[in-house]
């Protein structure tokens, strides 16, 4: 069926938009809950009046959000997590993690406005966010371990780089022994040769 948005909705449409949805959807959510009204001629016909109205506050509306967009234009996000030896994070960093790190920094967002995954591993991504039908800023987010992480990542490297050289140092004494082993093998067949030879010889002298 055939809806008129009131409002903006993620993932399906702007305010004024007329949007195919399934009839349960339409009749159950949308329309109970004032997020749209059915696209009937009479409703059509009126929405082409509104929106001849509103011509100039839509470019006004967008506008605005071409500033805002521009506002972003050149912010990166790095947000420090709790992560693992691995990287893998001690839970996640998502919308609302952009929203505070953009706080930080003076700029207010409505975090109803972003989309982005959840993101479980350090590493780069990348927040859109929808200021207006045909604006949108893509923010990258940058995902590091914190300080305590950073200094437990150290920790087991450090520990690796120790085990790494025991492990060196005990390789060596296993190959020393065993070179020490077959010297004293090859001394020792020396010597019963010796032996042998010398036992052949004393016949002889008699």
């Known amino acids: 069926m055939e809806i008129i948005l009131k ?3 993620l993932g399906l449409g702007f305010k004024n938009d007329i949007v195919n949805v399934k009839s349960g959807y339409g009749r ?3 329309i109970p809950q004032g997020k749209g009204v ?3 001629p009479m409703a059509k016909k009126q929405l082409a009046e509104n929106l ?3 011509a ?3 470019a006004a509306l967008k506008e605005e959000a071409e500033k805002k967009a521009e506002e972003l234009k050149d912010i990166t996000l790095t947000i420090p997590a709790k992560v693992s030896a691995t990287g893998v994070l001690y839970g996640s960093v998502n919308v609302a993690s952009v929203v505070e790190a953009l706080a930080e920094q003076g700029i207010e967002i409505d975090k109803k406005i972003i989309i ?3 993101i479980k591993k350090v590493g780069d991504y990348v927040a859109t966010a929808h200021f207006h039908k045909e604006v949108t800023a893509e923010i990258p987010v940058t995902v590091v371990p914190d300080d305590a992480s950073k200094a437990e990542q150290e920790a087991a490297k450090a520990a690796a780089a120790e085990q790494a050289k025991a492990d060196e140092a005990r390789k060596a004494a296993l190959k020393a022994a065993e070179e020490g082993a ?3 093998e090859e001394a020792a067949e020396e010597a019963a040769e010796a032996t042998a030879e010398a036992a052949e010889e004393a016949p ?3």
């Open 28 to 30: 159950n959510y949308l």
């Open 204 to 206: 002889k002298a008699e």
């Open 182 to 184: 077959e010297a004293g």
């Open 7 to 9: 409002e903006d909705i």
């Open 116 to 118: 982005m995954k959840d």
């Open 38 to 40: 059915i696209a009937s």
């Open 56 to 58: 100039r506050k839509l």
């Open 52 to 54: 001849k109205q509103q």
